[in-house]
């Protein structure tokens, strides 16, 4: 397995908005891989507790440990969906209490967005999560980079049990 991850150090400019890119082949097909990234269960066991579903449209929550003034909650809506090859959902969450006290848990206002095309025996997974202001999501984004990375591991573990 080949991961194709960009580095903080790879991505944009720091003065703008910033990207965190993985990319891997997995060796599953699309379909595998689309029902971990869209049944809420699944997404679950590899992120966080979740109220997913994959209509267009829906608003749902991701929830995780709370941080400073952040309640733990990221509140996302399904913006597209074309199985099994993309799939695109806003990510809102931490607070602008914390912005006056450190970089962790202020305010991003996101989207992520996961590509699918097969090649090969196996699926190009592609996980683009836009939308970094520097310098106040500095402290996401350097967590998030690695975080994703990992994930992405996490998803290649649940497909191959599917």
Not at 152 to 158: K, M, P, Y
Request: aromatic share 10%; net charge neutral.
């Amino acid at each position: 397995m080949t991961n194709l991850a960009r580095s903080p150090a790879q991505s944009a400019d720091k003065s703008g908005p910033r990207d965190i890119v993985v990319e891997d082949v997995l060796p599953y097909p699309p379909e595998r891989l689309w029902r971990a990234l869209t049944t809420s269960e699944l997404i679950g066991r590899w992120l966080m507790p979740n109220d997913f579903e994959p209509v267009v449209g829906k608003r749902f929550t991701f929830t995780t440990r709370p941080i400073g003034d952040w309640d733990g909650v990221v509140h996302c809506e399904v913006l597209e969906i074309e199985p099994p090859r993309r799939l695109v959902y806003s990510w809102k969450g931490g607070t602008d209490a914390n912005n006056a006290k450190a970089n962790y848990a202020s305010r991003l206002d996101s989207v992520v967005t996961w590509t699918l095309q097969a090649e090969g025996n196996g699926t190009r997974l592609r996980m683009v999560h836009s939308g970094f202001r520097s310098p106040e999501n500095d402290f996401a984004y350097d967590a998030m980079s690695s975080g994703w990375r990992r994930i992405v591991g996490r998803i290649s573990e649940i497909a191959a049990a599917l």
